[in-house]
């Protein structure tokens, strides 16, 4: 027979309303009261309802957070941040995963609010003109991970500064005398408007530029994201009559295209091709992949907090908060054979 509210109630002698505020952990219950129903509640091996204490609260006990192709290394690894800060909290992680525009859309109108959720957390999709003011004036608290909008001071956010990470890595080939320098990126236009490919370029044209490099149409290729569309725009690239001796890829897993056709190409690498990723997920430091290393994990904690911190207190002015980066060094670039 099932253990009801109204069973605990009866063994501590005090009213159903008690038990649930003792449930609920309000401070407007007696230390002695409290753990009356405590005793009543571990004796009668009670488990209190989840839907009926959040219907008591008058919340969802719920955090959303949106992202898109949850399955990639680099958004796997924010995810593991919020899932681990998240799960020493009350609330339960419902996951939003973007494959489509359509879906995207649908998200950023139907998820932030109320009667969804009790806070949302956007990861990677950096809102467009036209959904500024919808957010902005959300009933909910909403974070942005790795996502910024400039009219968007009112949220919390967790930022990268992509343009000075894409700026250290070209940097770093340019010290070791590349002067032909090539960039593997994603799309720059997409309906999701991702800007880190975007960012990642600007900061790959400011170091050029600086060392009085030209820049170079065709040492630039973009593709949809993934390892084998790297690797095909790498080949491409390496075919040129003066092909590039150095390679930016705006990820470590277009990194890992890059590699494929270096060996396509019979180029030994750091010796005739150098190659610098982005992220510093996994595999990276298994194959010695020289890399901007972004923190993954700690960008979704720190998302978390914050958005507890407006939870807790609605008050709070807004963060912005930047993440570092930093230039790991590892077995892939080396000195340049040639240069200009």
């Known amino acids: 027979m099932t253990t009801t509210i109204r069973d605990v109630a009866k063994r501590a002698r005090v009213g159903l309303g008690t038990v649930s505020r003792v449930i609920n952990d309000s401070s407007q219950v007696s230390e002695s009261t409290r753990?009356?129903?405590?005793?009543?509640?571990?004796?009668?091996?009670?488990?209190?309802?989840?839907?009926?204490?959040?219907?008591?609260?008058?919340?969802?006990?719920?955090?959303?957070?949106?992202?898109?192709?949850?399955?990639?290394?680099?958004?796997?690894?924010?995810?593991?941040?919020?899932?681990?800060?998240?799960?020493?909290?009350?609330?339960?992680?419902?996951?939003?995963?973007?494959?489509?525009?359509?879906?995207?859309?649908?998200?950023?109108?139907?998820?932030?609010?109320?009667?969804?959720t009790d806070g949302v957390m956007i990861i990677s999709l950096s809102p467009r003109d036209d959904d500024v003011e919808r957010l902005a004036n959300s009933n909910?608290?909403?974070?942005?991970?790795?996502?910024?909008?400039?009219?968007?001071?009112?949220?919390?956010?967790?930022?990268?500064?992509?343009?000075?990470?894409?700026?250290?890595?070209?940097?770093?080939?340019?010290e070791l005398g590349h002067r032909h320098i090539g960039y593997i990126s994603d799309l720059l236009e997409t309906p999701f408007n991702f800007t880190s490919s975007r960012d990642r370029l600007q900061?790959?044209?400011?170091?050029?530029?600086?060392?009085?490099?030209?820049?170079?149409?065709?040492?630039?290729?973009?593709g949809e994201h993934g390892r084998y569309e790297a690797r095909r725009l790498t080949n491409e690239m390496l075919q040129l009559p003066d092909r590039p001796t150095a390679i930016f890829a705006a990820s470590d897993t277009q990194a890992l295209g890059v590699l494929e056709a270096a060996q396509d190409q019979r180029l030994r690498v750091p010796e005739d091709l150098s190659v610098i990723g982005y992220d510093d997920i996994e595999i990276s430091e298994y194959i010695g992949l020289t890399t901007m290393r972004q923190l993954l994990y700690e960008s979704g904690k720190r998302g978390v907090e914050l958005l507890l911190e407006v939870l807790?207190?609605?008050?709070?002015?807004?963060?912005?908060?930047?993440?570092?980066?930093?230039?790991?060094?590892?077995?892939?670039?080396?000195?340049?054979?040639?240069?200009?």
């Open 35 to 116: 753990q009356r129903v405590l005793n009543a509640i571990a004796e009668l091996n009670f488990v209190p309802n989840p839907t009926a204490r959040r219907l008591s609260l008058g919340k969802t006990l719920t955090i959303a957070v949106i992202v898109p192709w949850f399955t990639r290394p680099a958004e796997v690894e924010r995810l593991r941040g919020v899932e681990n800060t998240l799960a020493e909290s009350q609330y339960d992680l419902v996951l939003y995963n973007v494959e489509t525009p359509a879906k995207r859309d649908t998200y950023f109108s139907d998820v932030p609010r109320r009667e969804n």
């Open 140 to 174: 909910v608290p909403i974070v942005l991970v790795d996502a910024n909008h400039p009219s968007l001071t009112s949220l919390n956010r967790v930022i990268v500064d992509d343009v000075a990470g894409g700026y250290i890595a070209t940097q770093h080939l340019i």
């Open 203 to 222: 900061g790959y044209r400011k170091a050029l530029k600086a060392a009085g490099i030209p820049l170079r149409v065709d040492y630039h290729g973009q």
């Open 312 to 340: 807790a207190d609605p008050t709070a002015p807004p963060i912005c908060e930047a993440m570092p980066t930093e230039l790991i060094l590892r077995n892939t670039t080396a000195a340049a054979a040639r240069t200009s």
